[in-house]
């Protein structure tokens, strides 16, 4: 399920955080982006908000991250971000270093049976797999 903007804003004002026009934006931006960089990121929103500075970004990515909904896929450099709050894997190209989502009822199974192998509270989870070629896995190739 995707979420969409207005979740997110919710979420913020339950959390008593204020919805600024350039929050707004950030959380627009991550919705149309795939697994954007800060940089990325940036770069959409200075168009809107020219003096934005990064500070800005960065106050808001960790806002987000604080109330669950931001997962920093802290594996690449510069990191990656996505709006969830559910873990689940990603297919990495090694070309490319293109991001995709693993999905499917096979992979929610798997990592479920995982889930109750460990039987432990986990903080985090990061799994990427690495192929040769995006285009050849997100189609079934």
Do not use: W
Request: proline content about 6%; hydrophobic content about 30%.
């Amino acid at each position: 399920m995707v979420k969409k903007k207005n979740y997110y804003c919710k979420q913020l004002r339950e959390n008593n955080f204020k919805l600024t026009p350039q929050r707004l934006r950030i959380i627009q931006i991550l919705l149309e982006l795939d697994h954007p960089t800060a940089p990325d990121i940036l770069k959409e929103l200075q168009q809107d908000f020219p003096n934005t500075q990064p500070q800005t970004l960065y106050r808001t990515l960790n806002v987000l991250e604080e109330i669950g909904e931001l997962v920093p896929m802290t594996a690449f450099s510069p990191t990656k971000y996505e709006l969830t709050s559910v873990a689940h894997p990603h297919f990495v190209c090694e070309e490319t270093g293109e991001v995709k989502d693993a999905e499917g009822p096979e992979i929610e199974s798997k990592l479920k049976q995982i889930k109750e192998l460990v039987k432990k509270d986990v903080n985090k989870v990061e799994l990427y797999i690495y192929h040769s070629c995006i285009d050849d896995i997100s189609h079934g190739k």
